[in-house]
């Protein structure tokens, strides 16, 4: 990366796309993050509403669908839906769009440790999306995302080449997450201890512990799973002398911190957004930098919940619903001292507040229904149902995805120099988050009266319920699309930004909006924590 022009900043000082393609700036990778993994979003979203239309009705002749023309073709929108939600939006999305940008702003470094590894990552991410695209949309796969055995190995869908493909995309989510240890450890700025470390920093840096460790068990999981469909080795299928429960442990050993991947850093937004836009210093700033460590340190031991009806140990089943509720500690800490930060604050109730508030709310009944789900009783009888499908979007959706739009309202200005229109993005905000409790709160409803989960049709008592969640669906599409104006016209007509228009305390608003390609003219020296407002 070569120095730029004085004045210049980091979108002007190289010119020309291949620019883009071969930059070596954390910055430019961002961008190139947000424009993929948004893309990505695009086409999962359009599965979901194409799911959504077709439960709109139940079909009364058999083997008829409203949209699909059977169950098969339903199944696989259901898993494209999946698939791409999870591994190429939710998962990548704060730390690869997000935490490739601030991270190394926020601590005072010139950029990440490993600036090619880096961009390493985010061609492996695109290389994998593309082979999943193409077998998603040249061929059949209809596991849904979990490709649970022995079905995936005994199906004649195209099941080698999608584990493949997110294989390839673990190998970015583990150089991501390698890149931000040796980054928070090594390139810190003078003076910036751990302890002074802005809470976005402590959330992507506990989330790269996860990614370097997890990762690689769903890898290896999915190699074993592609060899005994090509080779016939006998691993996962009883046919072949295999344990499919043996999958489910390998499987949701990763996937189960793979939650924590996508909403530890979610938390760490929303520390930053709620102390900004309350004007006061977070409250409890130790305990919610541990926090986040513990809630990483746990998310190992809980795997073991998505299969109390899978024939383990009562002993076992009772020790994971213990540990699975242990969670829930270090998770309230947080909640706790988001609330008493903005205990007597001067809230302001811009955009990117909204959506810190939103997150609170529905990660709230997100991490409640977690405790239902983590009691055994109660479990049995909602597992594999709507209920679950509900409480897995109430904290992965609502939470994650309410995090990514108020941070990157938040963090707009700073990456792009311009304001945007702050009714529409608050008119978006309104959209998104009526329209998804309008979409999963209906769910948890169907779930409690037996309606399974995946299933192509149901019976008419759950129509009336059916249809209030498909016209909530259509409201979240609708926000969607006015954030998009929104951030189209920021960019096009936005009014230039001063170098720190929310009047925040983090390193990364003491330089230019954009930021020169080093990030600061000069090494900044840090003398006192975040978050100290007067």
Not at 483 to 508: F, S
Request: aromatic fraction near 16%.
């Amino acid at each position: 990366m070569g120095h730029s022009a004085h004045g210049d900043n980091y979108i002007t000082a190289e010119k020309g796309l291949m620019s883009w393609f071969t930059t070596l700036d954390h910055k430019r990778i961002g961008i190139l993050y947000f424009v993929s993994v948004m893309s990505f979003f695009l086409i999962g979203g359009i599965a979901a509403l194409l799911l959504r239309a077709e439960l709109f009705s139940y079909n009364a002749a058999p083997n008829v669908g409203e949209i699909f023309k059977n169950g098969d073709v339903y199944n696989q929108v259901l898993t494209y839906h999946g698939a791409i939600m999870v591994f190429m939006v939710i998962i990548p999305g704060i730390p690869a769009i997000l935490g490739n940008f601030f991270l190394p702003l926020q601590i005072g470094a010139k950029d990440v440790a490993f600036p090619k590894l880096n961009l390493l990552s985010w061609y492996c991410l695109m290389a994998g999306a593309a082979l999943a695209v193409t077998t998603m949309f040249t061929t059949r796969i209809d596991t849904g995302w979990t490709f649970y055995t022995p079905y995936s190995i005994r199906t004649q869908t195209a099941v080698s080449m999608m584990v493949v493909a997110a294989f390839i995309m673990g190998m970015s989510s583990i150089l991501t997450g390698l890149n931000f240890i040796v980054t928070v450890h090594k390139l810190r700025a003078p003076g910036m201890t751990m302890h002074r470390m802005p809470l976005f920093v402590w959330a992507l840096y506990s989330t790269a512990i996860i990614q370097v460790l997890a990762t690689p068990v769903l890898a290896i999981t999915l190699l074993l799973l592609a060899a005994e469909r090509t080779f016939g080795v006998g691993i996962f299928d009883p046919k072949l002398g295999g344990d499919p429960v043996l999958f489910q442990h390998f499987f949701w050993f990763y996937s189960h911190p793979a939650v924590y991947i996508m909403i530890l850093p979610a938390m760490g937004i929303v520390s930053e957004l709620i102390s900004t836009f309350s004007r006061k210093v977070i409250f409890g700033y130790t305990a919610i930098a541990y926090s986040s460590l513990g809630i990483a340190a746990v998310s190992f031991f809980v795997w073991g919940h998505h299969m109390y009806v899978s024939g383990q140990s009562e002993l076992a089943g009772t020790v994971f619903s213990f540990l699975t509720m242990l969670v829930g500690v270090p998770t309230a800490i947080k909640m706790f001292n988001w609330i008493a930060t903005m205990y007597k604050g001067s809230i302001q109730f811009a955009s990117p507040m909204l959506y810190a508030m939103g997150f609170i709310f529905l990660f709230a009944i997100g991490g409640v229904t977690g405790i239902i789900l983590a009691t055994l009783a109660l479990d049995v009888h909602f597992h594999d149902t709507y209920f679950v499908v509900a409480h897995f979007h109430y904290v992965m959706v609502g939470g994650t995805l309410m995090a990514i739009m108020g941070g990157f309202y938040y963090w707009f200005p700073k990456m792009f120099g311009k304001m945007y229109n702050e009714f529409a993005a608050q008119l978006s905000f309104v959209f998104i988050f009526i329209g998804f409790n309008v979409t999963f709160f209906p769910q948890f409803i169907l779930g409690s009266m037996g309606m399974p989960r995946r299933y192509f049709d149901y019976i008419p008592a759950y129509q009336p319920l059916n249809r209030i969640s498909t016209v909530g669906s259509w409201l979240i599409a609708i926000g969607f699309l006015i954030a998009l104006y929104t951030i189209i016209d920021g960019l096009i007509n936005g009014k230039k930004a001063p170098n720190n228009p929310w009047g925040a305390k983090t390193l990364e608003w003491q330089t230019t909006s954009p930021p020169p390609v080093l990030n600061f003219d000069h090494e900044p020296v840090v003398t006192a924590g975040p978050y100290e407002y007067k």
